[in-house]
């Protein structure tokens, strides 16, 4: 009982990272609005105020992955609070688009970071079998930060200069991230493979409430005893290489089979099926932040019991299925109430399927399947992919609208979907119940009999 509750405290504070996440990512949605009237802003500057978070996200993870192996996680994650916390002082602060785009380019570069820190922070704290749980706790921080961004937007729309204040929230979850971290032990694993067995021991002692922990550290120690340094030579050794192309493979498919031309564009997908007011259209998009946080508390529930890659055959029917009927609806020009009822229906489905799934499971599975010593490393890699692919989902989608259409973009995502299916049954290893270090050797073995 008492293991269960410190672990959970302690990553529920690193989630917080989480939070900040989907908070800044999702506040600008609304805030860009209100931003166009303090300055009269090009379609290109507006484009880069938006996407220079994803630049900054790009870049976080490429700087990072090499200090999280070598600093410690603890610490990087600290950096990366102080990060959010001066970046959303500045943007509430800043004199001129330019600054605004560079200050939201730095808390992007915090978000690329914290992508990934927290679930791996996470996964290293973490008991075997209550490890999906935990680590999504980072994810379902995410959503709610995404639902907080779009209802603190709606609180500050009435006034003047409201945006700042939109931006500007953002401090708070920041301070509560950078004083929590500084009660919270490093993760015993990262500290086993630096030879700090007696701060290991303390750490354990800690997170499980209990001191009797040398069997945990030799277990860990045992499933440690490869020499690997944090390094790109090692990362693209022969049997890391089937570990990467999953990370790069999932990261793929979270991003290419569209979800965020629902996050981001939700409102402008709901105008296109016909609502005409911008408060129906907002309205509908704070369902959908909604059914995102429900469903992803369901697949919490879930992870640990029937595994990830259940869950992720289920999600993905589910974002295939509701995709078709969507791309069908608008392919078959219906106007007026069914396009509506069709299209707010599918994207329901839609974002619950992929909250159950892709959500939790791409971040959860990828903090899973490296060797500690270079688990910061190979996680920055598949984090500049899940950053990059988003990038360019999010620039492409609306031309792809105007050249293909809006029913065949929907169907191109489903195919990815199709491909995801396969892709997730032959190349992704079941990892419930497994130790790191046994799922880490399993890649070994899987080497030798190559
Ligand atoms: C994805 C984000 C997405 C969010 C939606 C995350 O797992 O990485 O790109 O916006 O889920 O809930």
Not at 361 to 382: F, H
Request: with cysteine; net charge positive; aromatic share 10%.
């Amino acid at each position: 009982m008492q293991q269960t509750s410190s672990v959970r405290l302690i990553s529920a504070i690193a989630a917080v990272g989480g939070l900040l996440f989907g908070y800044d990512t999702g506040v600008i949605s609304g805030a860009l609005l209100f931003i166009k009237e303090t300055w009269t802003l090009s379609a290109f500057e507006q484009g880069w105020i938006v996407s220079s978070v994803l630049v900054g996200a790009i870049l976080g993870a490429v700087f990072s992955g090499n200090l999280t192996d070598r600093l410690g996680r603890k610490r990087i994650i600290l950096l990366t609070a102080m990060a959010f916390f001066a970046g959303s002082l500045a943007t509430a602060l800043a004199r001129s688009p330019l600054e605004l785009m560079l200050y939201r380019g730095l808390i992007g570069f915090a978000i690329g970071i914290a992508s990934y820190t927290v679930p791996l922070y996470i996964s290293e704290i973490a008991p075997d079998d209550k490890r999906g749980a935990l680590v999504s706790l980072n994810q379902l921080a995410i959503t709610v930060g995404i639902v907080l961004s779009y209802l603190i937007d709606g609180a500050f729309a009435q006034i003047e200069h409201g945006w700042r204040y939109m931006m500007g929230v953002g401090v708070v979850p920041a301070l509560l991230l950078a004083a929590g971290m500084l009660f919270v032990p490093e993760t015993p694993r990262w500290l086993i493979s630096r030879s700090r067995t007696d701060q290991a021991k303390e750490a354990l002692c800690r997170i499980y409430g209990n001191c009797d922990v040398n069997g945990e550290i030799e277990k860990i120690r045992g499933g440690m005893l490869h020499e690997e340094q944090s390094s790109f030579r090692e990362l693209t050794a022969g049997w890391m290489r089937p570990a990467l192309l999953v990370g790069i493979g999932l990261m793929f498919i979270q991003q290419a089979t569209g979800i965020n031309t629902i996050i981001y564009y939700a409102p402008t997908i709901f105008q296109l099926s016909g609502f005409e007011s911008e408060v129906s259209a907002i309205s509908a998009t704070v369902g959908i932040g909604i059914i995102n946080v429900l469903m992803t508390i369901v697949s919490i529930r879930l992870l640990d019991r029937l595994g990830r890659k259940p869950l992720l055959y289920i999600g993905l029917w589910g974002m295939i299925i509701s995709l078709l009927v969507l791309g069908g609806a608008f392919f078959s020009g219906g106007s007026g109430g069914m396009l509506k009822i069709v299209s707010v229906a599918s994207l329901l489905v839609y974002v619950a399927a992929f909250a159950v799934s892709l959500g939790p499971i791409c971040w959860l599975v990828i903090s899973e399947i490296y060797p500690t010593q270079i688990r910061g490393l190979a996680m920055s890699v598949a984090t500049l992919a899940n950053w990059s692919f988003n990038l360019i989902v999010a620039l492409t989608f609306l031309p792809l609208i105007e050249f293909l259409g809006t029913a065949y973009t929907f169907w191109g995502f489903a195919l990815v979907g199709f491909w995801a299916l396969w892709f997730c049954r032959v190349k992704v290893p079941e990892t419930k119940g497994r130790s790191l270090e046994e799922i880490e050797n399993s890649w070994r073995q899987a080497n030798k009999s190559r």
